[in-house]
């Protein structure tokens, strides 16, 4: 009855990994609570970095269970988010116009006034925390 979903790769996950000690490759994998423990702890002190190393397979499948693949790919919006996050250049790429501009323009803004950065910060974190989730509900959307 359900086909199996690729949503995640395997690939972008242990690309992430290389720079898991900071949380990135179990926040792309969905596990929030515990890439902010990696996050705070680098990696636990990199021996949860090193395991991660074999559990990356199950989070991979666990992911692909969870998350509805759509139109939108997670992975391009993980990278998005991992390489341009502060110029909202993911929010573009999923159709969120509005909100990719603005966080642009509080980029920009925040060369010229450095407490913007606090806001560009906080949208950062806020899309870091919720990006599958994001990116599921307009896949779930697109089925309808």
Known sequence: ????????????????WIIGFTGAHRFYYGKTLTGALWFCTLGLLGLGWLIDIF???????????RYTSGSIDYSVAWLLLAF?????????????I????????????????????????????????????QVDDLNR???R
Not at 1 to 16: E, F, I, P, W
Not at 84 to 96: D, E, N, S, T, V
């Open 55 to 65: 559990l990356i397979p199950g989070m991979d499948r666990a992911a692909d269970q």
């Open 98 to 133: 509005t909100s990719g501009l603005i966080l642009m323009g509080l980029s920009g803004c925040a060369m010229i006034l450095p407490p913007m950065a606090i806001i560009v910060l906080l949208a950062y974190l806020h899309d870091l925390f919720t990006l599958n989730a």
């Open 1 to 16: 009855m359900n086909a199996q979903r690729d949503t995640h790769s395997k690939l972008v996950g242990y690309l992430l």
């Open 84 to 96: 341009f996050g502060a110029l909202g250049i993911h929010r573009l790429y999923m159709g969120k």
């Open 141 to 143: 959307t697109d089925r």
